[in-house]
């Protein structure tokens, strides 16, 4: 016959009331805490009455008109009030709500060339969250920074993260007009190499010009400058400074207004695209599930 032991106590008291107790510490009332609880005051009373039966002493002198903290309950609230406070702070860290910040990291091209020209729909929605954008190209260690989501190019698979494919990172040539002009317009992809690259060491270059049926070209004799990001080279092409590789999703108004021109239709594509992620863990975190939401419902506008 197996052995039937008491139940054991928790060591700690029902969080309900200590909840009661700091409310009614601070007040030094029943009514006010209860008030400030959404309870009764019999209810406030009965909670308080568990944790004095719990500790075995009482913790409120109970006069006509007021109440006092007995010596057990002096000891007592400082710590309970400081342990209050440290619970709603790392809850309200776990919960990421709404309000609060959001930090994004994202690359430099995103970031200017699309991101920066939809968020303020983001924000009218939220106007309680905060959002804060860096601009990097490493990957991010979501365990040890600040960081609540990630976009990035790639193939959309990393262990531990939620990925969401945004837009195809594709790649097409592209000039300015007065460039173009220069050599009585780009008629033939090899009319291309007649004008200066922008980063010739870009693999995009050499997939692309393969996929157009362009063979003996000389990128790798050309100065190997490179500016880091579509961006910068986009700025350059616009300048009239040489020909850039870019990505159409992120050049639509440039493109639109005439200051770039894409001279040929084939578009490359290694299987890269856009994503945002995040860890998997996080998912359901309001603020995070707040900006995917809006993000993949904007990407998909036309």
């Known amino acids: ?39 009764t005051q019999a209810a406030a009373s009965y909670q308080i009455k568990l944790l004095e039966e719990r500790i075995g002493a009482p913790l409120f002198l109970r006069r006509p008109r007021q109440i006092e903290l007995t010596e057990p309950g002096q000891r007592l609230a400082p710590a309970v009030s400081e342990a209050c406070a440290i619970l709603g702070q790392a809850y309200a860290a776990a919960r990421g709500g709404a309000d609060g910040l959001l930090c ?8 200017s060339n699309w991101l920066a020209q939809h968020l303020g729909a983001f924000q009218l929605a939220h106007p309680a969250l905060a959002v804060r954008l860096d601009t990097s190209s490493r990957l991010t260690d979501f365990a040890r920074e600040d960081v609540d989501l990630a976009i990035r190019s790639g193939g959309g698979k990393w262990p531990g993260l939620e990925a969401h494919k945004l837009l195809d990172a594709d790649f097409t040539p592209m000039l300015s007009p007065k460039l173009a002009a220069s050599i009585g317009g780009v008629n033939d992809p090899a009319d291309l190499l007649r004008l200066p690259i922008l980063d010739p060491g870009d693999i995009w270059w050499m997939q692309w010009f393969e996929a157009a049926g ?66 998997t863990a996080r998912r359901n975190v309001p603020k995070i599930r707040a900006f995917r939401d809006w993000i993949l419902a904007e990407i998909a506008c036309p």
Do not use: C
């Open 1 to 39: 016959m197996p052995d039937l032991k008491p139940p054991q106590l928790s060591p700690l008291p029902p969080l309900q009331a200590i909840r009661v107790f700091e409310a009614v510490a601070r007040h030094l009332s029943f009514t006010k805490a209860a008030q400030e609880l959404g309870m």
């Open 104 to 111: 994004i990291t994202t690359v430099l091209t995103f970031a």
């Open 214 to 279: 362009v063979t003996g070209h000389d990128l790798a004799k050309r100065p190997g400058s490179s500016m880091g990001a579509q961006a910068y080279e986009a700025n350059a092409a616009m300048a009239g400074h040489g020909v850039a590789i870019l990505t159409r999703a992120l050049f639509k108004n440039e493109i639109a207004d005439g200051r770039l021109v894409q001279p040929f239709d084939l578009v490359g594509d290694d299987g890269h695209a856009y994503w945002l992620v995040y860890p």
